[in-house]
């Protein structure tokens, strides 16, 4: 039988998931004392974020391994600083968990944390481990950046345009394949991206250093929910092309093998964490220069003309406001 | 019939627990962005700490107020900043809440947070809330320390001794008080200890500033667990006098009315958020310049020696090795 949790304690646990932990030479006190002590750069703002996940809720077993699982809650709190232009730096991790869970589980958890903090140089300096009857996950994470290269979401100026990075609508895809059993190529494609999440923490900074964003967020809840956020956060209204929209093949293929509108898909899907943000028209030449697809969707408008979705034959909507919100199914 | 989370939801929670919050010049951006961000002061080291707590494991309702639980989830991380001889600064929460919460709950849970924070200086910049079916609290604080200020748990020496601050076992009588349904005027007294723990950030500035501690940890899981992990990473020894503990007056009676032993409440009961320090023998005579009462428990001996306890009548016997530990009853 697997070795369990409630086998070797939290003591035990513990001095397992840190057994191999080293850490750079920021860090002055890393796991095992009261609290983490780091050293900061001379002259950044700290960024903090803080996400929590829970079983059932975020996620359901076996669903997501937990390599994945461990992935993702650390990659979403990465898009969040990535979606502020900042650099990705230092984690604590509070973790619920059963006694009865495998220790090997706990194990691979770590191994996925482990596997996006060394790609993107962060590092997990500390945490908290419970019991809890559902799996619970709360990473925060710390940032730096400098006050120039802090983009905020209310900045975003009438005239602007509104970019995407890469393709939208993949992980609701994703999550709509798995809950419907689809198992096609192009829905193993798009469930390895809801699973799977890259946060856009290198592209923000060359979307920062090339293309200075008036405004930026991260695509969490869904595009039309987000854009919202932002256009409230910056008093503006949007005007959003649908053509312009990019909705990769694998999402139009998964949307007719499941007879969802591939639009509703790209509206209200949710979790792609892309970053979505505004810049000066002037600057759209300078796309190209940026690692990962950009797309124009739409631009900045008057706050009195509200949030519009132009279709296809040229017809002026109110843009949905549907996505995730806790606590309700959803809002209208 | 109480308005519930589900009746406003995630949107219209968020912006009713935020809508007095008021920043200081530190905070560039508070709640409502991607991530917070705050300006560091330049040459302080960031102190880093997580603590989770779990309905049904770390507290049970009605047994304390949504403004106590509010408090405590606060203190218990304020409590790890004053053990590494920092200041409190900055404070995320991560809240998972059944959507049949009162909306009422939640905001006297804040206002606990906010009383706390008010008190310490400390601004809680952002949040994660999710709907979850027991509700589990997971605050992340951040605090700054000069380096020359930072006490570890591993710099104990050889012919120290061994201080802590105020009395201890009052928290673990009020578990046992609560449990056993005592509400004598000093079950009520430890109670009190219990649901609403003082972090000691005020009085370890001064212990910092006037007795230059060597080693210092914060007793949250009982004296006897906690004293072990500051000999273990110090790699010494330790013997207590039995005699010395300081133990109240209402710890004594709680523990006669319960038939329990007043050493057991002191040794293993966890909880107290007191400081447990060392220091060098020659700066005993400074020990009340510190606005708490402090008492010394023992001296640092030689790693070979173990951790002893010395009894009234002379007679040494190895220190218990109890304590609260997650996923196990109790650890041996």
């Known amino acids: 039988m697997s070795c369990q949790l409630l086998d070797i304690g939290e003591i035990g646990l513990i001095s397992r ?8 030479k920021d860090i002055i006190i890393g796991v095992g004392d009261d609290a983490a002590a780091v050293k900061p750069s001379v002259g950044n703002l700290l960024l903090i974020t803080t996400d929590m996940l829970v079983e059932g809720v975020h996620f359901t077993l076996p669903t997501i391994t937990p390599y994945q699982l461990g992935w993702k809650s650390m990659a979403v709190n990465m898009s969040d600083i990535a979606a502020m232009g900042g650099i990705s730096r230092w984690a604590v991790i509070g973790l619920g968990m059963p006694a ?18 060394q790609r993107y140089h962060t590092q997990l300096v500390g945490g908290d481990t419970v019991s809890c009857d559902k799996i619970v996950i709360n990473i925060t994470l710390t940032g730096e950046v400098s006050h120039e290269n802090l983009i905020q979401r209310s900045g975003a100026r009438v005239g602007d345009v509104i970019v995407v990075t890469n393709t939208i609508g993949d992980a609701g895809a994703g999550l709509s394949a798995i809950q419907h059993g ?3 190529p192009s829905a193993q494609t798009v469930i390895k991206k809801h699973l799977e999440p890259i946060p856009r923490l290198t592209e923000s900074r060359q979307i920062v250093q090339l293309l200075s964003p008036t405004a930026m967020i991260d ?40 007879s969802i509108k591939k639009l509703y898909l790209a509206l209200s899907g949710g979790e792609d964490y892309e970053l979505l943000f505004t810049m000066s028209l002037q600057m759209v030449k300078a796309l190209d220069c940026v690692d990962v697809p950009l797309t124009v969707i739409g631009e900045i408008v008057e706050f ?29």
């Open 219 to 258: 695509i969490s809840d869904g595009l039309s929910i987000d854009l919202c956020r932002l256009a409230e956060a910056s008093r503006v209204g949007v005007r959003i092309y649908e053509d312009n929209l990019p909705i990769s093949e694998a999402v139009s293929i998964v949307a007719r093998e499941l």
């Open 17 to 24: 998931l840190t057994a191999n932990m080293s850490y750079t």
């Open 100 to 117: 009865h869970t495998p220790v090997s589980f706990t194990e691979s958890l770590y191994d996925g944390i482990q596997a996006i903090c």
């Open 304 to 332: 009195e003309m509200g949030q519009i979705m132009v279709a296809s034959a040229g017809l002026e909507n109110t843009l949905e406001f549907q996505g995730y919100e806790h606590f309700r199914a959803l809002r209208h």
């Open 182 to 184: 689809l198992n096609t």
